[in-house]
């Protein structure tokens, strides 16, 4: 979306949370941080006089996603979503969808066994009541202490391919994986897999957002943007 925003000349700001030290280079202006609520950025729109907002997060950023269709009905600026399509389980897949974190919780009660908890580090903490497992855990940053009691860290980033995820989960004899419903292709590896494997999935439904527009593609993005711009909206 920045490259496309980029080579059209559009005007624009780029926005990270700031939760990974390293962030990817964007062809855009960046800022970095919370805007302090749905208020704060309500204000910050006014400030920079932005009038047109692509929510481009990840499915489960359901606070900064919801804070902008509040800001965005409060300072008349048009919010369009870039939404990626969630996974669709195949016959060939073995998951349990669960609606939450909570429930994935509770979905490890029994007997020890070998994880690959794929769920970002923000939510980590929680799976430390269920310690009898062993977590193998893939993160971008590495961390200051050992996230889990039991766990092995890999730092890395992707996109991941088949081969790679396919030997990881092999190598470290993982027999369930843990993910979020992310959708697109940048973490699919580890989906595929474990399709591949036969192993179980333990797969968390996206939280409910209030109701945008929203499309799947950059093009029909820059469509909107466009269109939105001649109208004035």
């Not at 970002?120 to 971008?140: I, K, N, S």
Request: hydrophobic share 45%; aromatic share 6%.
């Amino acid at each position: 979306m920045a490259r496309a925003l980029a080579a059209a000349g559009v005007d624009a700001v780029y926005s990270y949370a700031g939760r990974t030290e390293t962030p990817v280079a964007q062809p855009l202006p960046t800022r970095t941080g919370g805007f302090g609520g749905a208020e704060g950025l309500a204000s910050y729109l006014t400030q920079a006089k932005i009038t047109h907002v692509i929510d481009a997060t990840h499915p489960f950023a359901a606070q900064i996603s919801t804070n902008a269709v509040t800001a965005c009905r409060a300072t008349g600026a048009g919010l369009l979503a870039l939404e990626r399509a969630p996974w669709v389980a195949t016959g060939a897949d073995r998951w349990q969808n669960v609606p939450d974190l909570d429930a994935a919780l509770s979905a490890l009660n029994g007997p020890p066994r070998r994880l690959f908890l794929a769920i970002g580090r923000q939510h980590l903490a929680p799976f430390a009541a269920q310690p009898q497992h062993h977590y193998l855990l893939r993160l971008v940053d590495p961390p200051d202490t050992p996230p889990l009691p039991d766990c092995t860290v890999i730092v890395a980033r992707g996109p991941f391919d088949l081969a790679g995820d396919t030997a990881l989960l092999r190598d470290h004899g993982i027999d369930t994986v843990i993910a979020k419903n992310a959708g697109g292709s940048g973490a699919v590896a580890k989906i595929l897999a474990a399709r591949a494997l036969g192993l179980p999935v333990i797969m968390i439904d996206r939280p409910a957002i209030p109701q945008r527009a929203s499309v799947a593609t950059v093009e029909k993005a820059m469509d909107w943007l466009h269109q939105t711009a001649r109208l004035g909206v």
